[in-house]
């Protein structure tokens, strides 16, 4: 069967080719290009995003969060205070973990 005779038998406006015939412009390659990489960035950024969380080191962006949702009107602490504090109170206050 040749390309755009028909896909079946009673069909014969049917082509056999896929796509639009835009893949081969070279803009159009350059914007697959642009989104492939543009997904490859954001998962990289999600994934630092879960490992910062697994590791507890985005502590100090939800205490912002939270101090913004709850308390709009209070200065939060700076980085280095809620460091100290969260080991301060990690000391008072001893759970289950490795070190």
């Keep these: 069967m040749e390309a ?5 038998p009673g069909h014969p406006g049917r082509s056999l080719t896929v ?9 159009a ?4 290009v ?8 954001q998962g990289a950024r999600l994934f630092v995003r879960y490992f910062e969380g697994v590791l507890g080191a ?7 969060a939270h101090q913004a949702r709850t308390h ?3 200065q939060p602490m700076s980085e280095r205070e809620f460091w100290r504090d969260y080991t301060d109170w990690q000391e008072r206050n001893p759970q289950g973990r490795c070190c």
């Design 72 to 74: 709009p009107g209070v």
């Design 58 to 64: 985005d502590k100090y962006r939800v205490y912002l």
């Design 34 to 41: 642009a989104r492939a990489c543009s997904a490859t960035w």
């Design 4 to 8: 755009g005779s028909g896909g079946a």
């Design 19 to 27: 796509g639009t015939g835009q893949e081969s412009a070279p803009g």
């Design 29 to 32: 390659q350059r914007s697959v």
